[in-house]
């Protein structure tokens, strides 16, 4: 049984779950400490809002990679903290379109600010090519399970 729990907690799945647990849990903490009151999941959807407003919830969800329903909870709460709004689509009634608040587009700025704030406590001591490589394995195994 320890050889069963030392090989886990070298492979490569139980060590990318802890290192995001913990990049997004300071990345939360950061958001929180700077009065910005937004959540990481919340943040990956303003992300493609800034990028292109008046998405339907259905793409929403393909572009962050999450379910609808999961996608509908964030979206919900986003609305009640005045972040973003539905509109109906003027072609299809059955789809609405979300677009940014001047709320949404006002905090952009600062939670990037965080954001590069806590990549940078994250990557202290590492350097340049240890990123680079990195990040070429993650695109790897990525594309190897996608």
Not at 6 to 18: C, K, N, P
Not at 43 to 60: A, H, N, V, Y
Not at 65 to 78: F, Q, T, W, Y
Not at 102 to 118: A, D, F, M, S, W
Request: charged share 30%; with cysteine.
């Amino acid at each position: 049984m320890q050889d069963e729990n030392r090989l886990i907690a070298q492979s490569l799945s139980y060590r990318l779950a802890t290192a995001s647990r913990f990049l997004i849990n300071r990345l939360n903490r950061n958001f929180k400490e700077n009065d910005l009151s937004i959540t990481y999941e919340q943040f990956r959807i303003m992300i493609r809002l800034w990028k292109e407003d008046g998405l339907t919830q259905g793409q929403i969800a393909a572009l962050t990679g999450k379910d609808e329903p999961s996608v509908s909870r964030l979206i919900n709460n986003m609305i009640k903290r005045n972040l973003i709004k539905r509109l109906p689509h003027p072609e299809d009634r059955r789809t609405n379109l979300i677009f940014l608040t001047e709320e949404g587009k006002n905090i952009q700025h600062e939670l990037y600010v965080q954001y590069r704030k806590t990549t940078e406590e994250a990557l202290q001591g590492v350097s340049a090519s240890e990123l680079d490589t990195c990040l070429k394995v993650l695109d790897t195994v990525t594309k190897n399970l996608a």
